[in-house]
């Protein structure tokens, strides 16, 4: 199966994660937020309803147990967690605001599309 970029999904219905790695000095397929390996789980940057649209354009990252749950709980750091997504998800598939609207039912960012 293929999102309709043509990206091929997993069994699970994932496209690769297109969250940019937050540690590439270091090379290090951990935890998105720490680093540490180990028992990661995938995170859908946009729950619920949009956990599928999640999954089928990269807006996924790695977390262990510990940063999952942080990140469930702190609401603003999930908030700028979806500003960086939408960001990336423009940039990549070349979306403009309303495009990103019509996945993901509403815009992160600020009025004029910027990243901050």
């Not at 951990?30 to 999640?54: K, Q």
């Not at 469930?72 to 598939?93: I, T, W």
């Not at 509403?106 to 901050?116: A, E, H, M, N």
Request: charged share 20%; aromatic share 12%; net charge positive.
């Amino acid at each position: 199966m293929k999102n309709e970029y043509g990206v091929t999904l997993d069994s699970n219905g994932y496209a690769p994660s297109i969250m940019p790695d937050p540690m590439p000095e270091i090379q290090y397929c951990g935890c998105y937020v720490c680093g540490i390996g180990g028992d990661l789980a995938r995170h859908e940057v946009f729950p619920g309803t949009f956990r599928s649209n999640s999954k089928k354009y990269g807006l996924w990252i790695n977390l262990c147990p510990k940063c999952h749950a942080l990140v469930h709980k702190c609401q603003d750091d999930h908030r700028e967690l979806k500003k960086k997504a939408q960001a990336v998800a423009m940039n990549y598939y070349g979306w403009t605001v309303q495009e990103f609207r019509e996945r993901f039912g509403k815009s992160y960012l600020p009025i004029d599309g910027s990243w901050v």
